[in-house]
């Protein structure tokens, strides 16, 4: 390692140190944008009610995310329909008012009225307070213990024109304002179509909140007990980007780009750094077979058929006592009876093995190649 490359080392590490310690000390800012987006953790969004909503519906909602255009070409039986701050568009809308119209009830809970909403059911105008505290109130008797205080940028957004038919359910309740409309329901063919216009209610800040969940109960009671669709857009953008887990953790996207910043320090210093010759060795050959070739050559060449009879008998019977776990001390009939059970081969083929076994063991008996032939043929057939 050149001097050079120590002195840029040594910069990289102080520089790398520095920008840790400025990310430790960064102190951690909060998003309070109204993003209502089901994946986010933050105030702002709405993944505490993402995970309670089978609770809230008592396991019977069912998220799309296909428009309501795709999911309506084919005749669906009367439901209810959810929409949250969802940017959906006219056609879309259209399939929506039709299955209302049929009998399903849509339950939308949207900062503003859709146009194409407001223009088939009647003009509603809408204000806006600038109070930065309400009130979220239920006009319902039986509900009116449960309330929400919204202190964190309420939308002050209520109805101004309610058309003779139209029964308010809910109403926003400030200090130095009067009291307008939240919360309306509409009659619309043979369903009902529910409007709120304070999302805030259902997103993670307030949910958390003690006593907040009762209210988000209240507002969805006045759905059937029946089906519930959930139009989720947000639900088919989640990223499928491999390293969407370590740039999304501040931690891991810091540790990933002094990752890649090393790599490309490391790959620039050593750019002109040739790799050298790597010399080429040779196997080690196995020589045990031309070892055994040379051996047998050399039994024949002596022509000593009887010590290989007795090398091969003695080399089988060791076979036959570590394999077979037959005693071998001797060669009787119980032997062969033994031997011929376990290996299934006839027993006139073992008796004739025996005998050549037997010769081969004997010191003073005549051997002829022929026999070696044999019995070397007739042990390799029994084992």
């Given at each position: 390692?050149?001097?050079?490359?120590?002195?840029?080392?040594?910069i990289?590490i102080?520089?790398?140190?520095?920008?840790?310690?400025?990310?430790?000390?960064?102190?951690?800012?909060t998003?309070?944008?109204k993003?209502f987006?089901?994946?986010?953790k933050?105030?702002?969004?709405?993944?505490?009610?993402?995970?309670?909503?089978?609770?809230l519906?008592?396991?019977?909602?069912k998220?799309i995310?296909?428009?309501?255009?795709?999911?309506?070409q084919?005749?669906?039986?009367?439901?209810?329909?959810?929409?949250?701050?969802?940017?959906?568009?006219?056609?879309?809308?259209?399939?929506?008012?039709d299955?209302?119209?049929?009998?399903?009830?849509?339950?939308?809970?949207?900062?503003?009225?859709?146009?194409?909403?407001?223009?088939?059911?009647?003009?509603?105008?809408?204000?806006?307070?600038?109070?930065?505290?309400?009130v979220?109130?239920?006009?319902?008797?039986?509900?009116?213990?449960?309330?929400?205080?919204?202190?964190?940028?309420?939308?002050?957004?209520?109805?101004?024109?309610?058309?003779?038919?139209?029964?308010?359910?809910?109403?926003?309740v400030?200090?130095n304002?009067?009291?307008?409309a939240?919360?309306?329901?509409?009659?619309?063919?043979?369903?009902?179509?529910?409007?709120?216009?304070?999302?805030?209610?259902?997103?993670?800040?307030?949910?958390?909140?003690?006593?907040?969940?009762?209210?988000?109960?209240?507002?969805f009671?006045?759905?059937?007990?029946?089906?519930?669709?959930?139009?989720?857009?947000?639900?088919?953008?989640?990223?499928?980007?491999?390293?969407?887990?370590?740039?999304?953790?501040?931690?891991?996207k810091?540790?990933?780009?002094?990752?890649?910043?090393?790599l490309v320090?490391?790959?620039?210093?050593?750019?002109?750094?040739?790799?050298?010759?790597?010399?080429?060795?040779?196997?080690?050959?196995?020589?045990?077979?031309?070892f055994?070739?040379?051996i047998?050559?050399l039994?024949?060449?002596?022509?000593?058929?009887?010590?290989?009879?007795?090398k091969?008998a003695?080399?089988?019977?060791n076979?036959?006592?570590m394999?077979?776990?037959?005693?071998?001390q001797?060669?009787?009939?119980?032997f062969?009876?033994k031997?011929h059970?376990?290996?299934?081969?006839?027993?006139?083929?073992?008796?004739?093995a025996?005998?050549?076994?037997?010769?081969?063991?004997?010191?003073?008996?005549?051997?002829?190649k022929?026999?070696?032939?044999?019995?070397?043929?007739?042990?390799d057939?029994?084992i």
């Amino acid at each position: 390692m050149n001097k050079t490359f120590k002195i840029y080392a040594v910069i990289f590490i102080v520089v790398m140190i520095i920008l840790a310690l400025f990310e430790v000390n960064k102190a951690e800012t909060t998003d309070w944008r109204k993003n209502f987006d089901i994946n986010q953790k933050s105030p702002f969004g709405l993944y505490v009610f993402n995970h309670e909503v089978n609770t809230l519906f008592k396991n019977k909602i069912k998220k799309i995310n296909q428009t309501p255009y795709d999911y309506y070409q084919s005749e669906k039986k009367p439901h209810n329909i959810l929409v949250i701050e969802e940017d959906i568009d006219t056609e879309s809308w259209g399939k929506i008012l039709d299955q209302v119209s049929e009998g399903s009830d849509a339950m939308l809970i949207v900062s503003e009225m859709p146009k194409e909403v407001s223009d088939s059911i009647g003009y509603y105008d809408s204000q806006i307070s600038f109070e930065d505290k309400n009130v979220l109130k239920l006009t319902d008797k039986k509900y009116q213990n449960d309330f929400i205080h919204l202190d964190k940028f309420p939308s002050g957004r209520g109805f101004t024109f309610i058309k003779p038919g139209v029964e308010v359910l809910g109403k926003t309740v400030e200090k130095n304002n009067s009291d307008q409309a939240n919360f309306i329901k509409i009659k619309f063919g043979q369903g009902n179509i529910y409007v709120h216009c304070e999302p805030l209610f259902i997103s993670n800040y307030y949910l958390l909140k003690r006593g907040n969940v009762k209210y988000a109960q209240d507002i969805f009671s006045y759905l059937d007990d029946r089906e519930t669709v959930w139009f989720v857009e947000n639900d088919a953008k989640v990223s499928q980007f491999f390293l969407r887990f370590i740039l999304s953790n501040p931690a891991l996207k810091y540790a990933w780009w002094v990752l890649l910043g090393g790599l490309v320090l490391f790959i620039f210093f050593n750019a002109k750094r040739k790799q050298r010759i790597v010399p080429i060795i040779e196997p080690l050959k196995n020589t045990s077979v031309d070892f055994v070739k040379s051996i047998g050559n050399l039994y024949l060449q002596e022509g000593d058929f009887h010590d290989m009879m007795a090398k091969k008998a003695q080399y089988f019977l060791n076979k036959i006592r570590m394999d077979l776990l037959i005693d071998t001390q001797n060669l009787d009939e119980e032997f062969a009876k033994k031997l011929h059970l376990k290996t299934g081969k006839p027993i006139e083929m073992i008796d004739e093995a025996i005998k050549l076994i037997k010769k081969a063991q004997d010191p003073y008996a005549q051997v002829m190649k022929e026999d070696l032939a044999k019995m070397n043929k007739l042990l390799d057939e029994i084992i």
